[in-house]
């Protein structure tokens, strides 16, 4: 099977509205489209970064547990999606610019002993988000 591209990232939201407006305000994403699915709730689609992330609520009878935004974060905890990358050009100048926007650092950008430095960040609904800078 040949794989022609990442299609999308599809993130259950507890406030789509919320989640997508974090995304176009920090990461300067913008909105594709809106669309209802099966059971009648609103999805939003953004662009961000060359991606397609999907935002929408959690389906009927599925309740999102509490965001692992403090502490050690989902990187940490175990969840089934550890987080996702954006690939930025300089790792330390975009820490500095979210946390100044307010954003949660889960730590402070690594610069490992190859040609990798990164940060974790906290988004809304629990996500986590590295930031990737290769040199």
């Keep these: 099977m040949e794989i022609e591209s990442l299609d999308h990232i599809h993130v259950y ?3 789509p509205e919320i989640s997508a407006l974090f995304y176009i305000e920090n990461f300067d994403a913008s909105e594709l489209l809106r669309n209802e699915n099966v059971y009648g709730q609103t999805r939003i ?3 961000l970064g060359g991606a397609v992330m999907v935002l929408g609520p ?3 009878g599925i309740e999102p547990s509490d965001p692992p935004e ?5 990187y940490l905890q175990g969840f089934g999606v550890a987080h996702f990358g954006l690939k930025v ?3 330390e100048k975009a820490a500095v ?3 100044g926007s307010g954003v949660l650092l889960l730590g402070e950008p690594v610069h490992e002993k190859t040609e990798l430095s990164y940060c ?9 988000v590295e930031l990737t800078q290769y040199e």
């Design 13 to 15: 939201a507890a406030d």
């Design 45 to 47: 689609f953004i662009a």
């Design 58 to 60: 959690f389906p009927p």
């Design 89 to 91: 050009a300089d790792v």
């Design 70 to 74: 403090t502490g050690d974060g989902a």
């Design 97 to 99: 610019e979210l946390k």
């Design 120 to 128: 974790y960040l906290a988004a809304p609904d629990g996500v986590v």
